[in-house]
């Protein structure tokens, strides 16, 4: 029967010579030590060995057969973990600068619930207000993703980018300046 007549099953990876799933299947308690290197934690270390079998899987086209298949997923769980790394320390910094600004807005889950819902609010309809070039981005680095990464889902240059965050966040700072020295002339 010629290799053409038979049907392709999606679940089994095979690249030219060797049966990739089976090769990760042998490399997992490896991998896993590995990671456990750097995440310091058992559940994290298997999330971490699935982001990277899952990346393997989807770039099994770029493994030149022959190649050292160990030295690749390692490679794959390392840039992985530091990308990942980097991503939760751009959302902490985010994070304690929003708390530095809400600090700065007097606005906490601890004052008057109404007061709170209003703040809010006007948080939503400042991000509206936000013209549509200047939004999206300002939204998608607050989900945590790189300015390149943005640049490039919106076909602009990084610089631009940046320029469009940052005039969010001073159009943002504007709009909820009522917010700045608390809401005590207001109540």
């Known amino acids: ?5 038979e049907p392709i099953n999606p679940y089994v990876m095979k690249t030219d010579t060797i049966d990739l799933q089976s090769e990760l299947g042998k490399l ?3 991998l896993r030590f590995f990671a456990l290197s750097f995440t310091k934690n058992k559940d994290d270390a298997d999330d971490l060995v699935q982001d990277t079998f899952l990346k393997a899987v989807r770039n099994a086209d770029k493994f030149e057969v022959g190649t050292n298949l160990k030295g690749w997923l390692y490679m794959i769980l390392r840039n992985t973990f530091i990308n990942d ?8 910094s985010f994070m304690e600068e929003s708390t530095s600004l809400s600090a700065d807005y007097q606005v906490n889950s601890s004052g008057n619930l109404g007061v709170n819902k209003c703040a809010h609010d006007d948080i939503h309809k400042a991000l509206k207000m936000l013209p549509y070039d200047y939004y999206y981005p300002f939204i998608k680095y607050f989900e945590g993703y790189k300015y390149h990464e943005i640049a490039q889902e919106l076909n602009i240059p990084i610089g631009t980018v940046k320029t469009r965050i940052h005039g969010a966040r ?3 700072k504007k709009n909820l300046k009522m917010y700045r020295n608390g809401l005590k002339g207001s109540l």
């Open 28 to 30: 997992r308690s490896s």
């Open 1 to 5: 029967m010629d290799n053409a007549d």
């Open 170 to 172: 001073m159009v943002l």
């Open 85 to 92: 790394y980097r991503k939760r320390a751009r959302q902490k």
